[in-house]
């Protein structure tokens, strides 16, 4: 077994000294804004956005002043991206079963799906404006016919992003928030005397939104830690380097810590892209975070199989994966791993980040081997019910949990279950023994 590294990123132990960094600022941040409230919140904002606006939440005539700066031709394409991604998550939905079974005669058991009662979305926004990512989470969560939605986004140069605001409205948002960052974070899950705290967190976001959802995660609920976004293309020679170079680099340049990884069975492949991505960063008008991250976060990989290829990527466990050779359907198959899959030539990441309909709010930092991605699910909370109907159940299932409690020693718990079987069984049960 022979895995080769061509290009290395930055060593692990200074990732981790950057991250503990991180850790630090966002626990002053937090707590301050626990302490302070809106003063704080107020306080960060012109810190780091400098925008302090009378009030963060817009009003319903500033979101129409706004939408009406949406051309026409933008406002359409905003709409087509939410329908794709409301048609898919109806269809996830739509799958989301309520069930009610008897399962002895008398005894019925049953789960129901309800919506989390309030969100919290996060639209990044401070360097790029990030519309789509109010499809992703704002209109999933309308679909899942979540109560109240909010939802926040940083000021764009010194103002809302009117295209930004127009998806948050039209996603079915019932309070826009024009705040960025920590402060936004921490005012929707701890609330301030002016903003009702939610009950759950969800979006994407830089280190140190995912670092606080990190943080706050038990106060309030979050969908999954979506930090700086990763790429890795797995790539054989059905490909080109052009095409390697120009999917690695399309998702470094959200970030100067983006991972980009390719991972290849072909040293000639993985030299080429390495020219081809010099050449692509001479002409890449963001060039100046895609070559930091590339240079810092990027690595190419070379394994002599398959098989190595797929034990690296499941390992790695990517936020997106594209898959672009001979047999992507066995990749399909046999990855466990990763946040979503991107599979032959003709799809790419961009695809999923901003149209296609599947959501782009996924599991980064490994966390694709215990979770997948945001979807209509994660708005939704699947609560158990029983009922016992007949006296006869009642005193059978009495004795079995009598007899249970005991072997545990609760009697207490035994008891619970000994009165029905009196009641309901008109059968003699000693105090604190296990039913016959």
């Given at each position: 077994?022979?895995?080769?590294?061509?290009?290395?990123?930055?060593?692990?132990?200074?990732?981790?000294?950057?991250?503990?960094?991180?850790?630090?600022?966002?626990?002053?941040?937090?707590?301050?804004?626990?302490?302070?409230?809106?003063?704080?919140?107020?306080?960060?904002?012109?810190?780091?956005?400098?925008?302090?606006?009378?009030?963060?939440?817009?009003?319903?005539?500033?979101?129409?002043?706004?939408?009406?700066?949406?051309?026409?031709?933008?406002?359409?394409?905003?709409?087509?991206?939410?329908?794709?991604?409301?048609?898919?998550?109806?269809?996830?939905?739509?799958?989301?079963?309520?069930?009610?079974?008897?399962?002895?005669?008398?005894?019925?058991?049953?789960?129901?799906?309800?919506?989390?009662?309030?969100?919290?979305?996060?639209?990044?926004?401070?360097?790029?404006?990030?519309?789509?990512?109010?499809?992703?989470?704002?209109?999933?969560?309308?679909?899942?016919?979540?109560?109240?939605?909010?939802?926040?986004?940083?000021?764009?140069?010194?103002?809302?992003?009117?295209?930004?605001?127009?998806?948050?409205?039209?996603?079915?948002?019932?309070?826009?928030?024009?705040?960025?960052?920590?402060?936004?974070?921490?005012?929707?899950?701890?609330?301030?005397?002016?903003?009702?705290?939610v009950h759950m967190l969800v979006g994407p976001g830089n280190a140190f939104v995912a670092e606080a959802k990190r943080q706050l995660y038990g106060r309030v609920g979050i969908d999954l830690f979506a930090g700086p976004t990763e790429t890795m293309v797995i790539a054989d020679e059905t490909v080109d380097a052009e095409i390697c170079a120009t999917d690695l680099l399309g998702q470094a340049e959200h970030g100067y810590n983006s991972?980009?990884?390719?991972?290849?069975?072909?040293?000639?492949?993985?030299?080429?892209?390495?020219?081809?991505?010099?050449?692509?960063?001479?002409?890449?008008?963001?060039?100046?975070?895609?070559?930091?991250?590339?240079?810092?976060?990027?690595?190419?990989?070379?394994?002599?199989?398959?098989?190595?290829?797929?034990?690296?990527?499941?390992?790695?466990?990517?936020?997106?994966?594209?898959?672009?050779?001979?047999?992507?359907?066995?990749f399909l198959e046999n990855m466990h791993s990763y946040g979503a899959l991107f599979l032959g030539p003709r799809t790419n990441v961009a695809n999923g980040d901003k149209v296609i309909g599947t959501n782009h709010t996924l599991p980064t930092k490994k966390a694709g081997r215990y979770t997948g991605g945001l979807w209509v699910g994660k708005f939704l909370k699947t609560h158990s019910y029983q009922k016992v109907v007949t006296d006869?159940?009642?005193?059978?299932?009495?004795?079995?949990?009598?007899?249970?409690?005991?072997?545990?020693?609760?009697?207490?718990?035994?008891?619970?279950?000994?009165?029905?079987?009196?009641?309901?069984?008109?059968?003699?049960?000693?105090?604190?023994?296990?039913?016959?």
């Amino acid at each position: 077994m022979t895995i080769i590294h061509i290009k290395h990123g930055k060593p692990e132990a200074e990732r981790s000294e950057d991250d503990q960094k991180v850790k630090t600022i966002v626990e002053t941040i937090l707590k301050d804004i626990e302490t302070r409230g809106d003063e704080a919140v107020r306080e960060l904002s012109e810190k780091f956005d400098r925008y302090t606006p009378q009030s963060f939440k817009l009003s319903a005539g500033e979101i129409e002043a706004l939408m009406n700066q949406v051309s026409k031709r933008d406002m359409e394409d905003i709409k087509f991206a939410q329908t794709q991604v409301r048609n898919f998550a109806q269809a996830q939905r739509d799958s989301m079963l309520d069930i009610e079974v008897e399962t002895l005669p008398g005894v019925i058991l049953g789960h129901k799906n309800v919506p989390v009662q309030s969100v919290g979305c996060y639209i990044p926004g401070g360097k790029f404006p990030m519309v789509a990512s109010a499809h992703m989470s704002v209109a999933t969560a309308s679909v899942a016919k979540v109560p109240r939605i909010i939802a926040a986004t940083p000021a764009f140069k010194g103002a809302p992003n009117p295209a930004v605001i127009a998806a948050m409205h039209l996603g079915g948002a019932h309070e826009i928030y024009v705040l960025g960052g920590v402060q936004a974070i921490g005012a929707m899950a701890i609330g301030t005397e002016t903003i009702q705290p939610v009950h759950m967190l969800v979006g994407p976001g830089n280190a140190f939104v995912a670092e606080a959802k990190r943080q706050l995660y038990g106060r309030v609920g979050i969908d999954l830690f979506a930090g700086p976004t990763e790429t890795m293309v797995i790539a054989d020679e059905t490909v080109d380097a052009e095409i390697c170079a120009t999917d690695l680099l399309g998702q470094a340049e959200h970030g100067y810590n983006s991972p980009a990884v390719l991972l290849t069975n072909s040293k000639t492949l993985a030299e080429e892209t390495l020219v081809e991505i010099d050449r692509i960063l001479a002409i890449l008008p963001t060039a100046d975070t895609a070559s930091k991250s590339w240079a810092d976060y990027g690595e190419i990989i070379v394994c002599d199989t398959y098989d190595e290829m797929l034990q690296v990527a499941n390992d790695i466990a990517s936020e997106h994966v594209q898959v672009m050779t001979d047999r992507d359907d066995w990749f399909l198959e046999n990855m466990h791993s990763y946040g979503a899959l991107f599979l032959g030539p003709r799809t790419n990441v961009a695809n999923g980040d901003k149209v296609i309909g599947t959501n782009h709010t996924l599991p980064t930092k490994k966390a694709g081997r215990y979770t997948g991605g945001l979807w209509v699910g994660k708005f939704l909370k699947t609560h158990s019910y029983q009922k016992v109907v007949t006296d006869e159940a009642a005193a059978e299932i009495g004795a079995y949990c009598s007899r249970l409690c005991i072997l545990e020693g609760f009697v207490g718990h035994a008891e619970q279950a000994n009165l029905r079987v009196r009641r309901y069984g008109r059968r003699y049960i000693p105090y604190g023994t296990a039913a016959e």
